[in-house]
């Protein structure tokens, strides 16, 4: 099992930048792929990236494409989401979730408690 812990929300302006971490515990993290999702109010959670365990390959939606970077360390057991070019369509909160195979999906094992992203206009 893995406890996942997101840190790195805020207010932003539009076009700005903000840099999302997710510190994991466990000493098996690097077995885990793990993703970034989102959910708007009102709206139902969205995939937004994923890396798997080695951080060789990473997934993105088509929505942050060109965007968003994920990467991860896992020395540090921390997976990261860099967040540039941001849009007001992109708050939310974010979440991030972990589980042994990588999907483009919302079907994680392990969840975070989330952070909250505002971008104003």
């Known amino acids: 099992q893995v406890q996942l812990v997101e840190s790195g929300g805020g207010l932003v302006q539009a076009g700005g930048s903000l840099r999302l971490s997710c510190v994991a515990s466990g000493r098996t993290f690097s077995s885990y792929a793990v993703c970034w999702v989102r959910q708007a109010p009102g709206k139902e959670r969205e995939f937004v990236a994923a890396i798997n365990w080695s951080g060789e390959y990473t997934y993105y939606a088509d929505s942050v494409k060109g965007r968003f970077t994920i990467s991860r360390h896992n020395g540090k057991n921390t997976v990261y989401l860099q967040m540039s070019s941001l849009k007001p369509e992109d708050t939310a909160v974010y979440y991030c979730?972990?589980?042994?195979?990588?999907?483009?999906?919302?079907?994680?094992?392990?969840w975070g408690q989330g952070t909250q992203v505002t971008v104003s206009s």
């Open positions: 979730a972990a589980d042994y195979n990588v999907a483009t999906s919302t079907r994680y094992a392990y």
